[in-house]
């Protein structure tokens, strides 16, 4: 089994802290959202190497990171890279502190801790070629991309990159081999505003997924989905045609609503708390929190 992340998102709701860096490479405590995440995922057995899915803006910085949690190296920051698939000037610009620079207007430059913790599988970093938010190619195409440039025949692990979760994944590929289909995990959500604005689905008494909503005015239950889904082999050439097939392809639960009529799913109700990093206010909040 590989884990394919989802790092490809510019997070604009988080301008300006994350206009020149990425979002899951933020600090919270001695280690980065990513990271924290990646340190459970190597300790499950199935799991042979992590591919991360970035943009050309974030590459460079990626790359860094992947070395240094191998290496534990002196901190860095994006001060200086040359390698982020930019030309010099803006490449420049990432380290300035003078009020034109985009991290000089809160005082200070994001940076990788050198406490981050080592990683034991094998990191890969690809870059979707995108530069902006505009020119985004979305999470399912990013996906897609992942799957054929490592021609992957696995089962695959597939998350998004800014939450923090007290609780590991390993009982999430536990129950995927227990259930022998493709997963998807969901938590009880009691706020009909909040089913509002993500995938809700209906199942049956053993956790059948027989229907996903996006963002329904009128939810069929309080199942709601976070981004975290595991897909087996056998469904890989579903995925890799989904497009065609009409697949939305802008959110990663686009891809599970349209699998869901596609093949047998089953859903894994998440064992404890996510919290998810979606604005300046919950990154300070989460750093108070998990600090």
Not at 19 to 30: A, S, V
């Amino acid at each position: 089994m590989k884990t394919i992340v989802l790092a490809a998102g510019y997070a604009t709701r988080l301008y300006p802290l994350t206009e020149n860096f990425p979002k899951p490479l933020l600090q919270i405590g001695k280690n980065t959202i990513l990271g924290r995440m990646l340190t459970d995922i190597d300790t499950i057995p199935d799991i042979t190497e992590h591919i991360i899915v970035t943009n050309g803006r974030f590459e460079g910085i990626f790359r860094d990171w992947a070395k240094i949690g191998r290496e534990k190296s002196e901190e860095i920051s994006p001060r200086g890279s040359s390698s982020l698939g930019r030309n010099d000037n803006e490449a420049a610009s990432l380290g300035r502190n003078d009020k034109e620079g985009g991290h000089g207007r809160e005082g200070k430059i994001p940076v990788i801790s050198s406490e981050v913790e080592k990683s034991h599988k094998p990191i890969h970093v690809l870059s979707d070629g995108t530069v902006t938010n505009e020119t985004r190619l979305g999470a399912v195409k990013d996906l897609i991309l992942a799957i054929d440039t490592y021609k992957i025949d696995d089962d695959i692990l597939v998350v998004a990159a800014d939450n923090i979760l007290d609780f590991s994944f390993r009982g999430f590929v536990e129950e995927f081999h227990r259930k022998g289909t493709s997963m998807i995990m969901c938590h009880h959500e009691p706020e009909i505003y909040k089913l509002q604005r993500t995938g809700v689905i209906e199942v049956d008494e053993d956790m059948r997924v027989l229907q996903m909503q996006e963002k329904p005015e009128v939810p069929v239950s309080h199942w709601a989905v976070p981004p975290f889904y595991i897909y087996r082999r056998e469904d890989l050439p579903l995925i890799k045609g989904a497009i065609e097939g009409g697949c939305g392809f802008d959110a990663p639960g686009n891809l599970a609503h349209y699998l869901v009529d596609k093949t047998i799913v089953h859903a894994w109700p998440m064992p404890g708390g996510r919290f998810d990093i979606g604005s300046l206010d919950t990154y300070e909040e989460a750093k108070r929190l998990y600090s």
